[in-house]
């Protein structure tokens, strides 16, 4: 997979971890939400999906809920500096005025906790839509009131929101002797292919983020690392609906080492020294952006 995350920062952010949006202060605040206690207010903020987009106005911003006809099923999805936040599915995006956008367009765009409400917007809608009925008897689903969850009438199962969690490792050695410590890139066989990035990969059930990160360093390129360090954690919707990524950064335990990619992952794995890293680098609003620049203020020092 192609790692990522939204909003921008600098080398200097990346070693202390801004954490704006979800989890801290910032100019402004995202939280998730099941349930707001009452109906949608013309003033609350709209979030209308139509597939993999999302409505804004023509200028760009998140429209309100006043903006739009009436008659649509909203459901809570979270708040924006106190504003609730509602998400619903459209079946004629050409009948509503504004804008739509992917989410890579609105992350490069937005502050983080706008993009981070967008990415929700998009997986409650997705898993509402592809949840619809009981595994276990087929029978329809019904919302648990004050949680994004659906529960089975007939037998009781009851399902939440899933979250598919992936790994990225930013690797390093030390360089020559009084050079620059070099960093791994690689170039993914999927995804956008012409960027150098970090490997990554999904952490399967039973597995801790430590062996996801150890494991995937070895399936595609060989290598083996020290105990990787957390750095920082994003949602990322370009991966597909309720994706959580989080980084961290490892030490090759053998500086000699060379990678061998797994052709099935990957085309190309390299070490570039941090003070020569090649202009193809993922995005600033990624947080493997984040992660190859915290390497690169690091191992310039």
């Known amino acids: 997979m192609s790692p990522g995350g939204a909003g921008t920062r600098t080398p200097g952010d990346a070693d202390e971890p801004d954490r704006t949006g979800a989890t801290g202060a910032g100019p402004a605040r995202f939280l998730p939400a099941g349930d707001h206690g009452r109906p949608p207010d013309p003033n609350d903020l709209a979030l209308a999906v139509a597939g993999r987009k999302l409505l804004t106005g023509a200028d760009g911003r998140l429209v309100r809920i006043g903006e739009l006809p009436a008659g649509i099923g909203w459901v809570p999805v979270g708040t924006l500096d ?6 619903a599915e459209v079946t004629d995006p050409d009948a509503l005025p504004g804008r739509w ?13 706008h993009a981070a409400l967008a990415g929700r917007a998009l997986a409650v809608v997705t898993w509402r839509r592809t949840h619809r009925w009981c595994g276990a008897c087929r029978a329809e689903l019904t919302d648990v009131p004050g949680e994004t969850a659906r529960r089975c009438p007939a037998c009781g199962l009851t399902g939440f929101l899933p979250l598919s969690v992936a790994v990225l490792v930013a690797i390093t050695r030390p360089g020559p002797t009084g050079g620059p410590d070099e960093l791994l890139l690689v170039r993914h066989a999927y995804g956008p ?51 959580l990524l989080a980084g961290f950064t490892a030490t090759v335990t053998d500086p000699a080492a060379e990678p061998v990619v797994d052709p099935a992952e990957l085309t190309e794995a390299r070490w570039f020294p941090v003070d020569a890293l090649p202009a193809e680098l993922p995005p600033a609003y990624s947080l493997s952006r984040w992660l190859v620049d915290a390497a690169a203020a690091r191992g310039s020092r």
């Open 82 to 87: 106190g504003v609730p936040a509602w998400a």
């Open 101 to 113: 956008r992917g989410w890579r367009s609105l992350a490069a765009d937005l502050p983080e906790p």
């Open 193 to 243: 292919t012409e960027l150098w990035a970090l490997v990554a990969g999904f952490v399967e059930a039973g597995e801790s983020l430590e062996a996801a990160a150890h494991r995937e360093v070895a399936e595609e390129v060989g290598l083996a690392i020290g105990r990787p360090t957390y750095v920082d954690s994003q949602p990322w919707a370009m991966s597909g609906p309720s994706t």
